[in-house]
């Protein structure tokens, strides 16, 4: 067992929840606000999951075959699937936000602020930063189970492809580790901009933002899918990076504008 990769998966679960909470925390103390609106982008999340992760399930697997038998090349099958689940992820979640939004805030009389716009996106990206790190202590467990038992003690089952599972999860280094915190933190800026510009679209009454949103997301997962297939991990968390920098201009250019209540200007 190496210590140097628990502690590093220690590192990254605390932040992926820590951070999240921390910000959110920061945010209603900074506004004035209350931890309704974090929770309900929160909630939002986990609603639009429900929907979505089914349909992704049902779908994907049938869509590879299909794709497979119709197209020659392995790069367009991997291409045109992540361009499907770039898509299916930018409508349900975008859409999501949008129905909250024009729906639900009237209804419990909150204000569609850009505060709480920018609430509402650290409670989506939060909450799914959180589920992530439950997913990567779980890895963490198992990697100090299966460090520390013989194969036969583990319950590791005589089978090659979940013996080469094994086998990768006992060679990660901490550098394998460290790319899904940053991964995190850049999915966490672009959920904050997304919820402030879906906003912006129901208080503007331009449903041109909510489709920038849903291309936007749609361009972000479906870059990531394939270039992380096509090239690997680092390649993608630079993908990612390359659409969060338009995110936290965009999020510094609203911050400006912060007080001046539901008020957003279109962009230009």
Do not use: C
């Amino acid at each position: 067992m190496n210590l140097l990769v628990v502690a590093t998966f220690v590192v990254v679960v605390l932040a992926e929840i820590l951070v999240p909470l921390g910000l959110g925390y920061w945010l209603i103390r900074r506004f004035g606000a209350s931890w309704r609106i974090f929770l309900l982008g929160a909630a939002g999340f986990v609603a639009v999951q429900v929907l979505h992760t089914p349909l992704v399930l049902l779908t994907q697997g049938p869509l590879v075959l299909w794709l497979q038998e119709t197209v020659g090349s392995q790069a367009a099958v991997i291409a045109l699937l992540a361009v499907y689940l770039g898509l299916l992820a930018g409508i349900f979640e975008e859409v999501g936000r949008y129905l909250l939004y024009r729906y639900w805030f009237p209804r419990k009389g909150y204000a569609r602020s850009r505060e709480h716009g920018f609430l509402f996106g650290a409670g989506w990206g939060g909450v799914e930063s959180i589920i992530v790190a439950l997913l990567v202590f779980s890895s963490m467990v198992s990697y100090i189970v299966l460090s520390a038992l013989p194969p036969e003690l583990a319950g590791i089952p005589d089978d090659p492809a979940a013996l080469a599972q094994v086998e990768a999860l006992l060679a990660l280094s901490p550098l394998d580790i460290l790319p899904g915190l940053f991964e995190r933190m850049m999915t966490i800026t672009l959920h904050i901009a997304w919820s402030v510009l879906v906003l912006a679209a129901v208080v503007t009454r331009r449903h041109v933002l909510l489709v920038a949103a849903i291309l936007w997301h749609a361009a972000v997962d479906a870059a990531v899918v394939y270039v992380g297939h096509m090239t690997g991990v680092l390649a993608a968390e630079l993908a990612l990076a390359l659409f969060a920098a338009p995110a936290f201009v965009y999020l510094h250019r609203e911050w400006r504008r912060l007080g001046q209540g539901a008020t957003f200007t279109s962009p230009r």
